[in-house]
């Protein structure tokens, strides 16, 4: 009987223990996966506001989302705003 007792009370232990770890690496996965990446297309609005107004004399503009405002609108790289500083 106390041996059942004791593998009972170490059994739900444990498996305490590990529950928390295991919430533990589900928020750090989630924590990672929410960083923000750089963006790689950004439009003209959005680069002449972090930039303020400096921006590549011949852009190649095309359509498509903005990684900044998430808006679909005429788009051109990161590059052609020379990398700017995104907040
Ligand atoms: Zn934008």
Not at 42 to 55: L, N, P, S
Request: with cysteine; charged share 30%; net charge positive.
């Amino acid at each position: 009987m106390k041996v059942i007792l004791t593998y009972t009370i170490l059994t739900i232990f444990f498996s305490v223990i590990i529950m928390s770890w295991i919430e533990l690496i589900v928020k750090y996965i989630r924590k990672n996966k929410r960083k923000k990446k750089y963006p790689r297309y950004v439009c003209r609005d959005c680069g002449i506001k972090f930039t303020g107004g400096k921006c590549f004399k011949i852009p190649c503009w095309y359509e498509g989302r903005c990684d900044v405002c998430r808006k679909i609108k005429i788009v051109t790289e990161v590059r052609d705003f020379y990398y700017p500083e995104f907040k």
